[in-house]
């Protein structure tokens, strides 16, 4: 084997010019390319894609889906308890179930209609 000569380096253990400047011009040209994919992956995520929003929108126009049903739903069922409690009270056995769950009904739908902002809040203002 040779005695310490490698391809690349000359008699002095030194690489030479013409290597060290090939590698400077190539890794020049990889740092272009780079940035330049950089440059587009960041145009790109910026960007909203069709069909997906934000997670913050989504998160909150899903709280406020849950805020609307749960409104609605406890109207209903303040209502069903409400007649069951004077059925109970009075022995009129389904007529009061079923006018208080129906009245449940119709305040629950006011309440959804008032917290979408559909309707004005009629506070006496």
Known sequence: MAQGTKDGEDGSGNKSSSDEA???A????LDHRLSEIRGSREVRT???E????????RSSAMA???????ELIAGVVVGALMGWGFDRLLSTSPFG???FVLLGFVAG???VIRSAGVAPDRTGR
């Open 22 to 24: 090939a590698l400077s």
């Open 26 to 29: 190539r890794l020049g040209s």
């Open 46 to 48: 910026d960007q909203p």
């Open 50 to 57: 069709a069909g997906s929003g934000d997670g913050a929108a």
């Open 64 to 70: 406020r889906g849950f805020q609307l049903s749960s």
């Open 97 to 99: 179930l079923i006018v």
């Open 109 to 111: 739908v006011l309440n």
